[in-house]
């Protein structure tokens, strides 16, 4: 085995041992889109597929697990998003079903969540946006965290991947830590495991799979477009929290920021409490992503993307984005060993 490999093996040990895959990349959990087919897609190619369970009805979440474990007999998780209508609904049946991974996201998860968790084999996955919920979430026991960073595309953070992982990578050593937001390419892969990183996640790049579902619309506009076109919207009133959210700036774009500021007028009016704004602005975020994703309107839905889109040039297999991570990893381990060994 050459000493790239087995540099590359070393590092992600612990991320393989925990997910129980061959390569510790994770798929992000893109609502409308990892579902059975991308997600089986991904763990059949040696990765971590993550259902997306999001706002689905239970029976469409129930439906989608079946059918998953109908195309892989490989690990997968099932993504559940604490801030959902359905998130209680969602977390009894797969702690029912004693799902193997179960992935929390959608800010700090309830207390009593974690703990029904823990009472059953699954293991928990946890998403920290910054360093003080990382921390609190290793406390209240997870077992394995995902740290996003504010380039990825979707409902992001504040943080930049870069600074949480400095933050994060050298002091937590205690559970495995995921990186994730703005990564595409295993280069970067391999730089983030040698600070720590158990492996990495990737939604944008996945989002254009072949086996993706998403309409050839969508995918065509995420391979044109640049880093640059991938931006956070904006909170024009702190009265009324909003969590940005990194997408294509299009119509849609426009569309929710006029649907913001008539929100504000109605709570200023009285005519609407502010947690009912708050259900507005994500009923536009599912309905706008289902738009673009599915049915294709690029020009009036939520285009919800990475800056890594920027690295994103054409449609490809699961597998074979998955194989070119591992072969660019090995490359850049090879130039690494090479500057250090000579």
């Known amino acids: 085995m050459e000493r790239s490999e087995q540099l590359l093996n070393t590092l992600w040990k612990r991320g393989r041992e925990f997910l129980g895959v061959e390569y510790p990349i994770l798929g992000g959990a893109m609502s409308w889109l990892s579902e059975s087919n991308l997600v089986s897609a991904i763990s059949n190619a040696g990765g971590f597929g993550v259902i997306a369970g999001g706002n689905m009805p239970l029976e469409l979440l129930k439906q989608e697990i079946d059918k998953t474990h109908d195309k892989t007999d490989k690990p997968f998780g099932v993504n559940l998003i604490t801030i959902a209508p359905n998130f209680k609904k969602h977390l009894d049946f797969v702690l029912e079903t004693e799902h193997p991974y179960i992935v929390f996201a959608g800010g700090l998860p309830p207390r009593d969540a974690i703990a029904k968790v823990k009472q059953t084999s699954s293991k928990l996955i946890c998403f920290a946006p910054n360093v003080n919920i990382a921390k609190m979430l290793v406390r209240g026991g997870a077992d394995a965290l995902v740290i996003e960073g504010s380039e990825a595309g979707g409902h992001i953070g504040p943080v930049s991947t870069s600074v949480l992982a400095e933050q994060i990578l050298p002091t937590l050593r205690k559970i495995p830590v995921f990186v994730a937001g703005g990564i595409a390419t295993g280069r970067l892969m391999m730089h983030f495991l040698m600070m720590g990183a158990a492996g990495v996640q990737l939604g944008t790049r996945f989002a254009v799979s072949t086996e993706s579902i998403a309409h050839p619309n969508f995918k065509q506009a995420l391979i044109r477009a640049k880093a640059k076109d991938a931006v956070p919207t904006s909170q024009f009133d702190p009265r009324l929290p909003v969590i940005p959210v990194r997408s294509l700036i299009n119509g849609g774009t426009r569309e929710f920021n006029t649907l913001q500021l008539g929100l504000i007028q109605q709570i200023e009016r009285s005519v609407m409490s502010v947690r009912e704004a708050v259900e507005e ?24 993307a990475g800056q890594s889109v920027g690295l994103v040039t054409k449609e490809e297999s699961a597998a074979d984005i998955i194989a070119g991570m591992v072969k660019d990893a090995l490359g850049e381990a090879d130039k690494i060993m090479k500057f250090t060994c000579g």
């Open 281 to 304: 602005l994500e009923k536009f975020w599912i309905g706008g992503l289902k738009k673009a994703a599915i049915d294709g309107d690029v020009e009036q839905g939520s285009m919800m």
